[in-house]
């Protein structure tokens, strides 16, 4: 049945290149992988198992991938809108390889397959800028990925090559040399950190959103990320398993925190609206990092989701504005608050949210971590610094777009309803942080 969970995106295939049948089918689809997925728990075939930490993030890739597709419906023309369906049914069953995979050779595979899939969204509406960021995406995804796949190499080396199986790795990383994996992990955090977005490896990711289609984005940003991020975390298990913890944690808060204070800068000064949100995908991937360097697993796990929603919500909004207006720029956007409530309420609510403000899940997050942070005083008034600027970057765009001068555009057949569902599950991860849920999730990461 996991060979079933894993090829089950291709299911929307079958729409061939009708854009109603496609949209239906790639909503239904990743919908029924959620609920298989439920049932499939525990579960282990071949090089793939299904444990609590790879069903968290195939779970919320599935539910963000259909609400994007309801989304991207009314967004593209029907003529070129399957471009987007097949590309995505591709990186979607790429997304469910990795999260099953249960061996590092074949989880390595999965990350790289999701690189190639995504580069067909960048690439979606062709084009001499389109060529150029899908050439960028892909030669600095491609030596990153090299990065990792010496690290994966060296492991198995380090492992006397006897197994590639994770289960079996942890069980032997106790009698592993530990400056070899010191080595091995230095390789793997930039070979999967170039795909995080983490500075100073980011540069792929402006250009690769400012080009892509926003629905495209909105995946690039709340789910493509989360694949790399699942990577460093196996790792980090495995580090802890040979007690070499301490080592990883020196690097993890290290470029967390320069990954924050980078992007905290780079917010500032910039003009378009898409570019600013991939701005803050490095700020909010680098907390994240920074959180699993903390030794706290589940408030990553719970940043990462946060991130996810927020930035689908914000690039979902994003999409709208240029569905509407053809600008990209933001001082060509004004009023949107109160001229377009349906869109504009949600995509200034979602700033607000990534600018780290109650009653919003990041802020409950950055509370926790910078609680955390504060036995080292410094990393914790670093911390401060960095949230700080990335709220100050934040705020003109989110002043000017939501209430500043400009008329506002009037709507037109979009489907606003994954937005408002966006927030709604925004605002209820806010007041009900899953805290428990995701330290029984963070418990099978260091354990099993």
């Known amino acids: 049945m996991l060979y079933l969970l894993l090829l089950l995106p291709l299911l929307a295939l079958l729409g061939r290149r009708e854009a109603g049948r496609l949209a239906l089918l790639s909503q239904l ?17 071949g090089p793939f198992r299904l444990d609590a930490v790879g069903l968290f993030y195939l779970v919320l890739t599935d539910l963000l991938y259909a609400l994007v597709a309801r989304f991207a419906l009314g967004y593209f023309p029907k003529e070129e ?10 990186f979607l069953l790429a997304a469910h390889g990795a999260y099953l995979a249960h061996n590092l050779g074949v989880l390595w595979i999965f990350v790289e397959g999701s690189t190639l899939a995504s580069a067909l969204l960048v690439y979606h509406r062709g084009g001499a800028r389109a060529l150029e960021a899908t050439w960028k995406y892909l030669m600095l995804g491609s030596v990153g990925i090299a990065f990792g796949l010496l690290g994966v190499i060296l492991v198995y080396a380090l492992l006397g090559g006897a197994t590639l199986d994770w289960g079996r790795a942890r069980s032997l990383m106790a009698s592993v040399n530990p400056e070899g994996f010191k080595v091995a992990y230095a390789f793997l955090l930039v070979g999967f950190g170039t795909k995080v977005g983490l500075f100073p490896l980011h540069t792929w990711l402006p250009d690769a959103h400012a080009e892509a289609p926003g629905p495209a984005s909105a995946l690039l940003s709340g789910t493509l990320l989360n694949v790399a991020f699942y990577a460093l975390l196996r790792y980090a298990a495995l580090a802890q398993a040979a007690g070499l913890f301490p080592f990883v944690q020196g690097l993890l808060l290290f470029f967390g925190l320069l990954s924050l204070l980078a992007a905290g800068l780079l917010l500032y000064g910039q003009k378009e609206y898409k570019r600013l949100l991939a701005y803050s995908s490095v ?5 994240a990092l920074f959180a699993l360097g903390l030794g706290l697993p589940w408030l990553a796990l719970f940043h990462t989701l946060a991130h996810s929603l927020s930035k689908t919500l914000a690039f979902l909004g994003a999409s709208g504005v240029y569905a509407l207006t053809h600008a990209r720029e933001v001082g060509r956007v004004g009023g949107l608050f109160l001229g377009l409530p349906a869109l504009g309420v949600p995509l200034v609510l979602a700033f607000l949210a990534l600018g780290g403000l109650p009653p919003f899940p990041l802020f409950y997050a950055e509370v926790q971590a910078v609680t955390a942070a504060w036995r080292w005083p410094v990393l914790g008034l670093l911390y401060l610094l960095g949230l700080g600027l990335a709220f100050a970057g934040l705020l003109p765009a989110v002043t000017r777009m939501g209430f500043g001068p400009g008329q506002p555009p009037k709507a037109r057949g979009l489907p606003w309803a994954p937005l408002w569902l966006l927030l709604g599950a925004l605002l209820f991860l806010g007041l009900f942080p899953p805290v428990a849920l995701l330290k029984a999730v963070e418990a099978v990461l260091w354990t099993r």
């Open 283 to 287: 700020e909010h991937m680098g907390l």
């Open 29 to 45: 689809v990743p919908l029924g992988a959620a609920l298989l997925s439920l049932a499939l728990l525990g579960q282990a075939s």
């Open 81 to 90: 809108a399957w471009r987007f369906y097949w590309a995505g049914a591709l």
